[in-house]
Nanobody, 122 residues
Framework: QVQLVESGGGLVQAGGSLRLSCAASGRAISSYAMAWFRQRPKKPRQLVAG???????EYGDFVKGRFTISRDDAKNAVYLQMDSLQPEDTAVYYC????????????????WGQGTQVTVSS
């Protein structure tokens, strides 16, 4: 099991940027697929971005080129650079991991962090 701790959330104005970090411990994540999910108020959790152990990336349709997921296996960490943030991006953002490292399949993510709040003001 992988323990995940998110950081970097906060309050930002519309059009601004944030960089989320996810620190993993317990196991090396180099073989894992990693992802960021978010949960907006009264909405189901949704995939924001995922990255396989080979570096292939997938993004939610709503991202539209504004976010970038990256990983640093040497640091056992994953990042989410978010630019051009909008009020509708306000959510709790979660880091997640799956040992099925070659694909991004939502139901296979079974290790989760506690989340970090992102609030975008208009």
């Amino acid at each position: 099991q992988v323990q995940l701790v998110e950081s970097g959330g906060g309050l930002v104005q519309a059009g601004g940027s944030l960089r989320l970090s996810c620190a993993a411990s317990g196991r090396a994540i180099s073989s894992y697929a990693m992802a960021w999910f978010r949960q907006r108020p009264k909405k189901p959790r949704q995939l924001v971005a995922g990255i396989t152990n080979g570096g292939r990336r997938e993004y939610g349709d709503f991202v539209k080129g504004r976010f970038t997921i990256s990983r640093d296996d040497a640091k056992n960490a994953v990042y989410l650079q978010m630019d051009s943030l909008q009020p509708e991006d306000t959510a709790v953002y979660y880091c997640a991991a799956t040992p099925y490292g070659h694909t991004i399949v939502v139901v296979q993510f079974d290790d989760w962090g506690q989340g970090t709040q992102v609030t975008v003001s208009s």
